[in-house]
């Protein structure tokens, strides 16, 4: 089931081609990592998908319908975004924000039940910050806040998650918990995933799927195996990788 698509996109910002005429699907249990050297376009790209700008040409579809057709609301219960370094803390507990994420379910003047509650205290012990629900959302380091802001995603609980370097500040154990989280949430229950990452890596370990973004409006999509090779790689980052084999994986170092 074909979860989020664009046809024909062409995205574009400060003169500069993010994507042509990119055709792109999200199936339901797919892992999709996004690649590309820093200004290249991935956040632009992103933020276009969830319907946060516009783009020059072509159509997005979310659920075989066109994203710019639903409304804001429902589109929140099915469509969800992880901002890049979005620290704009405002006055209140970890858990006052972590129910932010059930918002779009509830309705107009309605307030959060007991089941709200539980989804909430459930997706902050998946990111490792059970009992800080009294904290003050200001007290947190930057990693903490990294996990509430995807612990608000999974609160939200929408079929495509769109997440911009979710793994930033965090540390290896995290790294390895979340991303461990989100892609086992999407093959096991349906959903699907697009993580812009810088960690080739990871990318290579928890993605099953990747878009390669060149940033002269060129890119390169498939399955992992497909289009993660060392030759792909250098032209992407414009530099000599070293490729380590240790079984089945494949590792990828500067050279």
């Not at 994507?19 to 376009?41: I, K, P, R, V, Y």
């Not at 790209?45 to 783009?55: E, I, K, P, S, W």
Request: some cysteine.
């Amino acid at each position: 089931m074909t979860l989020l698509a664009c046809r024909g996109l062409t995205v574009e910002i400060a003169g500069r081609r993010v994507c042509e005429a990119l055709d792109l699907q999200l199936d339901a249990g797919q892992c999709w990592g996004m690649l590309g050297c820093n200004g290249a376009g991935k956040t632009t790209l992103l933020h276009t998908l969830a319907g946060l700008r516009a783009a020059q040409d072509g159509e997005i579809l979310l659920a075989d319908r066109p994203l710019t057709a639903w409304p804001d609301r429902e589109r929140a219960r099915h469509l969800g975004l992880l901002l890049q370094d979005n620290r704009e803390v405002f006055p209140g507990t970890v858990l006052e924000t972590v129910l932010i994420g059930r918002h779009p379910h509830l309705q107009r003047w309605e307030w959060e039940g007991e089941a709200d509650l539980a989804k909430a205290r459930s997706a902050l012990a998946a990111v490792d910050l059970a009992g800080f629900e009294a904290r003050d959302v200001a007290t947190l380091s930057g990693g903490e806040y990294q996990r509430l802001q995807i612990a608000t995603l999974l609160a939200q609980a929408p079929r495509v998650m769109l997440l911009d370097e979710p793994v930033n500040h965090l540390d290896l154990k995290h790294q390895a918990a979340i991303l461990t989280r989100l892609t086992d949430m999407a093959r096991q229950a349906g959903h699907a995933l697009l993580m812009v990452l810088h960690d080739v890596n990871l990318a290579a370990r928890y993605c099953d799927h990747l878009l390669l973004i060149y940033g002269n409006g060129e890119t390169r999509q498939g399955g992992r195996d497909a289009v993660l090779d060392k030759p792909a790689l250098e032209r992407l980052y414009g530099c000599a990788l070293r490729e380590i084999r240790d079984g089945t994986q494949r590792w990828f170092m500067a050279d």
